[in-house]
């Protein structure tokens, strides 16, 4: 497809995927005047709720695919988990922003955690494992506690064995069902940052602050502005992020999560090439937020200002949290975002608050 650069308002832009993301995508891009048109399985979506159009189809639907790409103008991803084949086709017909490469460096946590080390960026020290005795050198080498991830389709903590003292590597091999896999090594960490990056068709970029983030059972549970980091790691961090958008060549939105360490060094655990929950708190702190921001890189308009007016708490509202929602509405400085899920479910993401506090006010831990 030639590249169009600039797309303007009353322009269709497509998003795979029709989740939260894609549903506060929708609503920012539609505060500025484009329409949106949402695909993926499943029936009263998040984002099917909020969008313009929206197509019910699963991501290898080829029919349904072609006639999505020919009603859009360009289309973007709200998560990157996609077949290659289908992002191909996609591209054949429409222009497709971030492209197939910045979601193949993502899609897997071995061509990822190579690319940033190729890009001179600290991961945690890995091993590939594809057999119980390629587990069992890994661990003699990495060594104890360490953590056994599957190298695809792992979030919020789920694919990942921590391999302690006692475990049983058979088990813990076992846990992963033969699917392809990496060992990492245990990083000791003082904290968890990250920072979300825009960068527009034209190489533009902006770099919002880092958050701080706090999981519990591996899903994150709050993230908070400004993070306590020392002098020099705010910069190093947005460093790292960039650096990795830029040489993935991203349009759109690249969210790093990096490891404080205890001796003050930055590792990255892993990246996503769009919106990211720990790039929430922009919504109630910036005048333009992750998903306008979104909505602009891909569009090809300016970028907006990532200035933070206030500090802020953001709590992810997580299975039956949710009931909570009339509390929130009580408290003056709670903003409450609800997903529009039809059922509760532990561990699923239902809705966050962002908690706003006047700069340098934030409640003591
Ligand atoms: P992930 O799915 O890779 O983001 O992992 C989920 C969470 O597990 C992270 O946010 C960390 O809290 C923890 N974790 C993941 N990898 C490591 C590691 N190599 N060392 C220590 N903690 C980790």
């Known amino acids: 497809m030639a590249e169009q650069k600039l797309l303007p308002p009353g322009s269709t832009i497509g998003i795979i995927g029709n989740g939260q993301l894609g549903r506060m995508t929708a609503l920012a891009a539609a505060r500025l005047g484009y329409m949106c048109h949402v695909f993926g399985p499943g029936q009263d979506s998040p984002a ?3 969008a313009h159009k929206a197509t019910v189809a699963e ?77 069992e050198k890994a661990v003699n080498e990495l060594g104890r506690p360490s953590i056994l991830k599957t190298t695809r389709m792992g979030y919020d903590g ?65 993230s908070t502005v400004p993070a306590h980091l020392p002098d020099g790691l705010i910069e190093e961090a947005v460093r ?18 990096m490891f404080h360490t205890k001796d003050d060094r930055l590792i990255v655990n892993e990246m996503a090439p769009r919106p990211h929950n ?36 953001m709590k992810n509202l997580i299975g039956f949290d949710v009931e909570k929602w009339p509390d929130y509405l009580n408290e003056p400085n709670a903003k409450l975002h609800l997903y529009g899920k039809s059922s509760t479910r532990r561990g699923r993401k239902m809705g966050h608050v962002n908690f706003v506090y006047p700069l340098g006010e934030l409640p003591k831990e």
């Not at 475990?167 to 896999?181: G, H, Q, R, V, W």
């Not at 937020?289 to 500090?311: H, I, K, M, T, Y």
Request: with cysteine; proline share 4%; net charge negative.
């Open 48 to 50: 099917e709720q909020v």
């Open 59 to 135: 991501y290898d639907d080829r029919d349904a695919l072609v006639s999505f790409a020919d009603s859009c103008d360009v289309v973007t991803f709200e998560f990157e988990n996609i077949p290659h084949e289908s992002v191909q086709l996609l591209s054949e017909h429409v222009n497709v922003r971030p492209s197939w490469n910045c979601l193949h460096l993502s899609q897997d946590r071995l061509i990822e955690k190579n690319f940033i080390n190729d890009c001179g960026i600290d991961t945690a020290p890995f091993k590939g494992v594809d057999s119980l005795d390629d587990l």
């Open 158 to 222: 789920k694919g990942q064995a921590l391999i302690r003292p006692e475990t049983d590597l058979e088990t813990a091999y076992a846990s992963m069902s033969n699917a392809p896999s990496v060992l990492e090594g245990f990083v000791d960490f003082q904290r968890e940052i990250s920072v979300v990056v825009a960068r527009s068709a034209c190489g533009q970029w902006t770099a919002f602050e880092p958050a701080e983030n706090n999981h519990v059972d591996g899903i994150l549970d709050t």
């Open 240 to 257: 790292i992020a960039v650096t990795l958008a830029e040489k993935m060549d991203l349009i759109g939105l690249l969210a790093v999560e």
């Open 278 to 313: 720990s790039g929430h708190w922009t919504q109630d702190a910036c005048y333009s937020d992750q998903f306008e921001q979104f909505v602009r890189a891909v569009c090809g308009l300016p970028l907006g200002s990532v200035e933070r007016r206030n500090d802020l708490i």
